[in-house]
């Protein structure tokens, strides 16, 4: 039934050995639809997620601005872990832009992890990824120009580029989508000369 979670599993611990009968009465999937909300920044972030099929994208709002954090595709992590563990205000809002499919991980299905054998080498390893993408995050922001950040998503995630608008690919890269408009063309041009 999570096939494509298990087998995310294996990636990342081939070492953890677990029958999945015990596993999956304490998981449970949600449909979501484009557009629908799963938390919102101040809620608590009552779960942690797996993108089983759709996308998904993580935003925070300043000064009636929105700045996309992630993309959420099939086969990865979400939610705010911190909100989740200490059941404080979540510091983002996470948002299905596709039609959607996600993976909800409540407390009892993360205590399975934790007590299984080399179950917290998978949580270490499934936070190690995210510490890595918020280092390449942070860094790129300060780094990289506009450019530079959409030239490197369209070698390692061209599949994201046909997925998502254009609204939120700009908002992603710190930029107006006019100015997305401009870059893209300028890049196509450079391509094409």
């Known amino acids: ?63 009636s601005k929105e700045y996309t954090l992630f993309f959420h595709l099939e086969n990865h992590t979400f939610g705010d872990y911190e909100s989740f563990q200490k059941c404080t ?25 934790e007590n299984a054998p080399h179950g917290q080498k998978l ?25 530079e950040r959409y030239l490197k998503l369209l070698k390692t995630e061209p599949e994201l580029l046909r997925r998502i608008s254009q609204y939120y690919l700009a908002s992603y890269l710190g930029i107006e989508p006019e100015s997305l408009s401009r870059l893209k063309r300028r890049v196509y041009q450079q391509k094409n000369s």
């Open 1 to 63: 039934m999570y096939q494509s979670f298990f087998v995310y599993i294996q990636q990342l611990s081939p070492e953890l050995k677990f029958d999945t009968k015990l596993i999956e009465p304490l998981l449970k999937s949600q449909k979501l639809s484009k557009g629908e909300f799963i938390f919102h920044r101040d809620d608590i972030c009552k779960s942690v997620y797996f993108t089983l099929q759709g996308c998904l994208r993580s935003f925070v709002i300043k000064n």
């Open 89 to 113: 205000p979540a510091c983002f809002s996470c948002q299905a832009i596709e039609n959607s499919e996600i993976l909800i991980f409540n407390n009892r299905a993360m205590d399975f992890f």
């Open 123 to 147: 949580l270490r390893a499934i936070a190690e990824d995210l510490a890595f993408l918020l280092r390449d995050k942070l860094l790129s922001l300060f780094l990289d120009t506009p450019e």
